[in-house]
């Protein structure tokens, strides 16, 4: 990045964290931590590794000084980091030195929930574990062993369940996250967004980002395209209910009503039909459907979108000219957290639509073609096959899932149909705060004979298991490679930086030792971590000494753009983009998106809105110090008239009820103009309740807590959480 480009970066982000500062915050925790690299070499080490924050997975390299870990940096070579950490990579450090991590394994000894524990040896913990999963396979099968995990750290555990027999496995990044949004691309166009994003938004001339909060949201490609895209005076339209970072930096603000989305989309795509301003040629040669959803879409005009979504009609016109004026670089992000209304597979559909009227997809500026690197896999035995289903989608309820369903698998284990789950091993994912509905969580624990929960610290999740594992955290140990798809084909490496400062370890030993204990020692032909890796490398010609020195490998750039060369395939039935979609028809949807209303808030309440901030990752960083440095409680964003009529004042701290009578942690009031009256707004991923989080406990207030209900997307099972109302309560 060029310095202008980087303190732009920086003026987005608001947040910066030096090396000096980081450290200095840290000088208090250090205490207590293991010592380091049992020889300490004097000066200055670098070893590159992969950030572990979020599951962008940006190369670093680590600094350690005298054998101590001192700070992390962007690895220059890599596509995604391009040398610069987000705030939150480079606060990263700070779970190295979490004073609340998990230091060895723990087996309950009261009531589940109740946080009682006694500290055992590996051998013992696993030994326990492996005795209830035979146990349980001998009574009921294989199959009712399920799994939740989340990210990369996953595979080894995924690996032993599956030698097991296991069939069940969910994560929280498709039906509570980006599901609605890749099942709407795939069939719109046969194929899915995935993740990092195929998003070109630095080459983009005209930026839309419906909720889509940049710059908040700190995937860290995304936010220094964004910054570029801001550098080369790229026309930007925000689509918020509140006027976020992005909507600082917009030409067009459309302060939409909540939910009504599809409604504006429904009117954008109406205007640049009707006025002829759609990508005619590229519409004609890859388009299907086109006539019937033209005719479909005639009635939507702007004027009948207007009582909707509160958008002034001329607005409407004028941002539909602007995107069309720079087709077809013109990007309409897909967003990624699309789980909001229970609609929102159409509403991914209709962005899908926009973008193809427009020609984005497959153009520089638009929607690219991923490249990447694939290595062969490991030559495993098979795993042994089941004459079971998966239980997470019964009769295919949700015909256009394409991923698990995590709220599926629960709803199995509480029902026990079609058959009973007794036991989840859950890695990486705090499921307490990541599922709607907390109550249906714990009612499905309740009905477990084993909750095995990987973490690094004592989650909410954690806190209900019967056996708590210790996991190092990334800086100290291997993973898989990343071989994400992007603009340019790369892999990078995992390794440990630093020795965990405690009894923890990492997922590839726990898995195997694991396995071991299973009697299932066979799935693991390799005795450490290094050997599976060099293998796989080997296998691609490639040397795991050198990736181990330089951290990423790059390939050579590819063509990712129709005007590249490439030649685009649409894995839809009709092998083009579905404007108008017979397979949904015949499932019994809607072939071409419609507006349906969504339930107003009854007087005194106001719709729950959440998001992110950039230096917290989910709830997986309230107990890192450096960050909690930088904000340690949330606030809830309150329309500054609102305020002004209940009597509250910016800074007072408040609790907010729910419709179903659920009251939160006390909460800081945020009064702004900077959000409409008819909504509040929160960051996710505060107010703990684990006593084990002394660093994060009863600071701030919980989203989670409040979203008690949830509309499910009956395309997919996606679980629309935007749906939760909640009033003030004054007195705290
Ligand atoms: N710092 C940081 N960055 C992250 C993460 C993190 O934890 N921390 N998590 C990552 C992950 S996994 C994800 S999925 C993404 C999530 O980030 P996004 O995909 O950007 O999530 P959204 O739900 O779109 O973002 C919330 C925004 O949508 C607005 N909004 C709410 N309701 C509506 C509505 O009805 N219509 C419109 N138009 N807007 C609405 C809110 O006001 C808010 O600004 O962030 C990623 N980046
Ligand atoms: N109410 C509400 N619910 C949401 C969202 C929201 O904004 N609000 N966002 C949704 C979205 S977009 C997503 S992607 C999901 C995210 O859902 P999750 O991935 O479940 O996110 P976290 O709540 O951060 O849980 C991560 C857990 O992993 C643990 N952990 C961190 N590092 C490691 C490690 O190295 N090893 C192990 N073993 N464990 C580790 C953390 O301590 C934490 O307990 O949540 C979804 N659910
Ligand atoms: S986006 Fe930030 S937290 Fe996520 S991997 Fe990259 S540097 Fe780490
Ligand atoms: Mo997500």
Same mark, same amino acid.
């Given at each position: 990045?060029?310095?202008?480009?980087?303190?732009?970066?920086?003026?987005?982000?608001?947040?910066?964290?030096?090396?000096?500062?980081?450290?200095?915050?840290?000088?208090?925790?250090?205490?207590?931590?293991?010592?380091?690299?049992?020889?300490?070499?004097?000066?200055?080490?670098?070893?590159?590794?992969?950030?572990?924050?979020?599951?962008?997975?940006?190369?670093? !390299?680590?600094?350690?000084?005298?054998?101590?870990?001192?700070?992390?940096?962007?690895?220059?070579?890599?596509?995604?980091?391009?040398?610069?950490?987000?705030?939150?990579?480079?606060?990263?450090?700070?779970?190295?030195?979490?004073?609340?991590?998990?230091?060895?394994?723990? !087996?309950?000894?009261?009531?589940?929930?109740?946080?009682?524990?006694?500290? &055992?040896?590996?051998?013992?913990?696993?030994?326990?574990?492996?005795?209830?999963?035979?146990?349980?396979?001998?009574?009921?099968?294989?199959?009712?062993?399920?799994?939740?995990?989340?990210?990369?750290?996953?595979?080894?555990?995924?690996?032993?369940?599956?030698?097991?027999?296991?069939?069940?496995?969910?994560?929280?990044?498709?039906?509570?996250?980006?599901?609605?949004?890749?099942?709407?691309?795939?069939?719109?166009?046969?194929?899915?967004?995935?993740?990092?994003?195929?998003?070109?938004?630095?080459?983009?001339?005209?930026?839309?980002?419906?909720?889509?909060?940049?710059?908040? =949201?700190?995937?860290?490609?995304?936010?220094?395209?964004?910054?570029?895209?801001?550098?080369?005076?790229?026309?930007?339209?925000?689509?918020?209910?509140?006027?976020?970072?992005?909507?600082?930096?917009?030409? /067009? /603000?459309?302060?939409?009503?909540?939910?009504?989305?599809?409604?504006?989309?429904?009117?954008?795509?109406?205007?640049?039909?009707?006025?002829?301003?759609?990508?005619?040629?590229?519409?004609?040669?890859?388009?299907?459907?086109?006539?019937?959803?033209?005719?479909?879409?005639?009635?939507?005009?702007?004027?009948?979108?207007?009582?909707?979504?509160?958008?002034?009609?001329?607005?409407?016109?004028?941002?539909?000219?602007?995107?069309?004026?720079?087709?077809?670089?013109?990007?309409?992000?897909?967003?990624?957290?699309?789980?909001?209304?229970?609609?929102?597979?159409?509403?991914?559909?209709?962005?899908?639509?926009?973008?193809?009227?427009?020609?984005?997809?497959?153009?520089?500026?638009?929607?690219?073609?991923?490249?990447?690197?694939?290595?062969?896999?490991?030559?495993?035995?098979?795993?042994?096959?089941?004459?079971?289903?998966?239980?997470? =989608?019964?009769?295919?309820? /949700?015909?256009?899932?394409?991923?698990?369903?995590?709220?599926?698998?629960?709803?199995?284990?509480?029902?026990?149909?079609?058959?009973?789950?007794?036991?989840?091993? &859950?890695?990486?994912?705090?499921?307490?705060?990541?599922?709607?509905?907390?109550?249906?969580?714990?009612?499905?624990?309740?009905?477990?004979?084993?909750?095995?929960?990987?973490?690094?610290?004592?989650?909410?999740?954690?806190?209900?298991?019967?056996?708590?594992?210790?996991?190092?955290?990334?800086?100290?140990?291997?993973?898989?490679?990343?071989?994400?798809? #992007?603009?340019?084909?790369?892999?990078?490496?995992?390794?440990?930086?630093?020795?965990?400062?405690?009894?923890?370890? @990492?997922?590839?030993?726990?898995?195997?030792?694991?396995?071991?204990?299973?009697?299932?020692?066979?799935?693991?032909?390799?005795?450490?971590?290094?050997?599976?890796?060099?293998?796989?490398?080997?296998?691609?010609?490639?040397?795991?000494?050198?990736?181990?020195?330089?951290?990423?490998?790059?390939?050579?750039?590819?063509?990712?753009?129709?005007?590249?060369?490439?030649?685009?395939?649409?894995?839809?039935?009709?092998?083009?983009?579905?404007?108008?979609?017979?397979?949904?028809?015949?499932?019994?949807?809607?072939?071409?998106?419609?507006?349906?209303?969504?339930?107003?808030? @009854?007087?005194?309440?106001?719709?729950?809105?959440?998001?992110?901030?950039?230096?917290?990752? #989910?709830?997986?960083?309230?107990?890192?110090? !450096?960050?909690?440095?930088?904000?340690?409680?949330?606030?809830?964003?309150?329309?500054?008239?609102?305020?002004?009529?209940?009597?509250?004042?910016?800074?007072?701290?408040?609790?907010?009820?729910?419709?179903?009578?659920?009251?939160?942690?006390?909460?800081?009031?945020?009064?702004?103009?900077?959000?409409?009256?008819?909504?509040?707004?929160?960051?996710?991923?505060?107010?703990?309740?684990?006593?084990?989080?002394?660093?994060?406990?009863?600071?701030?207030?919980?989203?989670?807590?409040?979203?008690?209900?949830?509309?499910?997307?009956?395309?997919?099972?996606?679980?629309?959480? =935007?749906? =939760?109302?909640?009033?003030?309560?004054?007195?705290?």
């Amino acid at each position: 990045m060029n310095a202008i480009s980087r303190r732009k970066f920086l003026k987005l982000t608001g947040y910066t964290i030096g090396a000096a500062a980081a450290a200095s915050s840290l000088t208090p925790v250090i205490k207590g931590a293991k010592k380091i690299n049992k020889e300490k070499v004097k000066g200055i080490q670098t070893i590159p590794t992969y950030c572990d924050i979020c599951f962008w997975k940006c190369s670093a !390299i680590a600094y350690l000084k005298d054998g101590e870990l001192w700070k992390i940096e962007g690895h220059p070579n890599d596509p995604l980091s391009k040398g610069r950490l987000c705030p939150r990579g480079t606060g990263g450090i700070g779970a190295h030195f979490d004073p609340d991590r998990l230091r060895s394994p723990l !087996i309950r000894t009261r009531e589940r929930g109740e946080e009682k524990w006694k500290e &055992v040896t590996w051998d013992e913990a696993l030994s326990y574990i492996a005795k209830k999963m035979n146990k349980i396979k001998e009574q009921y099968g294989a199959e009712s062993v399920a799994s939740f995990s989340h990210g990369i750290g996953g595979n080894f555990l995924k690996h032993t369940l599956k030698a097991y027999g296991a069939i069940n496995f969910g994560a929280p990044s498709f039906a509570q996250c980006r599901g609605p949004r890749d099942v709407g691309f795939e069939l719109t166009v046969g194929d899915s967004i995935g993740s990092p994003e195929r998003t070109d938004i630095e080459n983009s001339k005209c930026l839309v980002l419906i909720g889509s909060h940049l710059g908040e =949201n700190m995937h860290n490609s995304q936010a220094q395209e964004f910054a570029k895209a801001i550098e080369n005076d790229a026309t930007i339209i925000v689509v918020d209910p509140r006027f976020s970072t992005a909507a600082s930096k917009a030409k /067009y /603000y459309l302060p939409i009503k909540p939910g009504t989305d599809i409604a504006l989309l429904l009117a954008w795509m109406n205007v640049i039909v009707s006025e002829k301003l759609y990508n005619i040629d590229y519409v004609t040669k890859y388009g299907f459907g086109f006539e019937q959803f033209a005719a479909e879409i005639s009635s939507y005009t702007p004027e009948w979108a207007y009582p909707e979504t509160g958008i002034d009609p001329d607005l409407i016109r004028k941002t539909a000219r602007t995107m069309a004026m720079y087709k077809p670089a013109t990007l309409v992000h897909p967003g990624r957290h699309t789980t909001w209304y229970g609609d929102d597979t159409q509403r991914s559909r209709a962005i899908a639509l926009l973008n193809a009227l427009l020609g984005s997809w497959g153009s520089k500026g638009g929607l690219f073609f991923p490249v990447s690197y694939s290595l062969p896999p490991y030559p495993y035995p098979a795993y042994p096959t089941s004459t079971k289903e998966k239980l997470d =989608n019964p009769g295919k309820k /949700y015909p256009f899932a394409s991923e698990e369903i995590t709220t599926g698998i629960r709803e199995a284990t509480i029902t026990g149909k079609p058959y009973p789950i007794k036991s989840w091993i &859950v890695y990486s994912t705090n499921l307490i705060f990541a599922l709607p509905n907390i109550d249906e969580t714990i009612k499905a624990i309740q009905n477990l004979d084993l909750l095995v929960v990987v973490d690094t610290i004592g989650s909410e999740i954690a806190g209900w298991a019967d056996v708590v594992l210790p996991e190092s955290v990334y800086l100290e140990r291997h993973d898989d490679f990343n071989m994400s798809p #992007f603009k340019q084909p790369f892999f990078s490496i995992r390794q440990p930086v630093v020795d965990p400062p405690g009894d923890q370890k @990492p997922n590839w030993w726990i898995a195997k030792k694991l396995a071991e204990k299973l009697g299932l020692g066979n799935y693991f032909p390799w005795n450490d971590v290094e050997e599976y890796l060099d293998y796989r490398l080997k296998a691609g010609g490639l040397s795991l000494a050198k990736l181990k020195k330089e951290g990423v490998f790059v390939g050579e750039k590819k063509p990712i753009y129709i005007e590249e060369g490439v030649v685009p395939e649409f894995g839809t039935p009709s092998g083009k983009i579905e404007f108008y979609s017979p397979q949904l028809l015949q499932a019994g949807f809607d072939p071409v998106p419609k507006f349906t209303k969504v339930e107003e808030p @009854p007087t005194g309440y106001f719709r729950l809105l959440y998001g992110r901030i950039p230096v917290h990752s #989910f709830s997986r960083t309230q107990t890192n110090r !450096i960050l909690m440095d930088m904000y340690g409680e949330n606030e809830v964003w309150v329309n500054q008239d609102i305020a002004d009529k209940w009597g509250i004042k910016n800074d007072q701290y408040i609790k907010l009820k729910n419709q179903d009578g659920v009251i939160s942690n006390k909460v800081k009031l945020k009064t702004t103009e900077r959000i409409r009256p008819d909504c509040v707004y929160m960051i996710h991923g505060f107010g703990h309740t684990s006593k084990m989080l002394k660093g994060a406990y009863g600071k701030g207030a919980s989203d989670s807590e409040l979203i008690t209900r949830y509309k499910t997307d009956p395309l997919m099972g996606g679980t629309g959480m =935007n749906v =939760n109302f909640v009033t003030f309560e004054t007195e705290v």
